[in-house]
């Protein structure tokens, strides 16, 4: 089972995964818990070369090869052999990410993006997506009380976020039988039931 998980700066998707995967491991299932970019060793260093901060000239097409780049390697190396050998996957941030981010953040072609992540994946789709809905200024806030390291993808002003949140809303609206929104505004606890209870009831 491969299930990503969506959602704009401070919507608490890394705790829910977190939980989940606790969750999900108590009833005996293999789980791996990975992210984008990110994942494996290879990916894990272009991610860095992503985040970093100082890293502000990089052109907009620049920054999409170097995400195909890490998704290529993370499914490559860890998500399909892990699928392969039945286990469970939750990935925090995939594909859609790039569309979201890049496509409606940035404003680059939708089209020659889902090439590229085509190529990049070989294919490769979540049977689930869920999504952590929350408003953007509500996100931001959360993001800078929690005190978490910044990257070079916390720069943007709050108009890209906006964007960002109406790019997902297209996603899903797209493709409603892959994605479950969530209000990510609701406690922990109460997010962490209804996403227990959703896995459970597509196993």
């Not at 060793?41 to 100082?54: F, G, K, M, N």
């Not at 609206?173 to 227990?196: H, K, S």
């Amino acid at each position: 089972m491969f299930i990503t998980f969506e959602g704009s700066e401070g919507s608490g998707k890394t705790t829910q995964i977190t939980l989940l995967a606790d969750f999900l491991r108590q009833r005996g299932l293999s789980v791996v818990v990975t992210r984008e970019p990110g994942g494996t060793p290879i990916a894990e260093q272009v991610r860095q070369v992503l985040h970093d901060v100082q890293n502000t000239a990089m052109t907009a097409e620049a920054e999409i090869l170097l995400y195909a780049a890490s998704r290529a390697q993370h499914v490559g190396e860890l998500i399909r052999p892990a699928l392969a050998q039945g286990q469970w996957v939750l990935c925090d941030r995939f594909a859609d990410s790039t569309l979201a981010y890049q496509g409606y953040g940035r404003g680059l072609d939708l089209a020659a993006l889902r090439q590229i992540t085509q190529f990049a994946t070989g294919g490769l789709q979540p049977q689930r997506t869920f999504y952590f809905d929350i408003d953007v200024q509500t996100g931001l806030e959360r993001r800078v009380a929690g005190e978490l390291e910044m990257n070079r993808m916390d720069l943007q002003q709050q108009a890209f976020y906006e964007r960002v949140r109406a790019g997902y809303n297209e996603l899903i609206a797209a493709e409603p039988n892959r994605w479950v929104r969530l209000n990510a505004a609701r406690p922990i606890a109460d997010i962490q039931t209804e996403l227990q209870q959703l896995v459970m009831s597509n196993e």
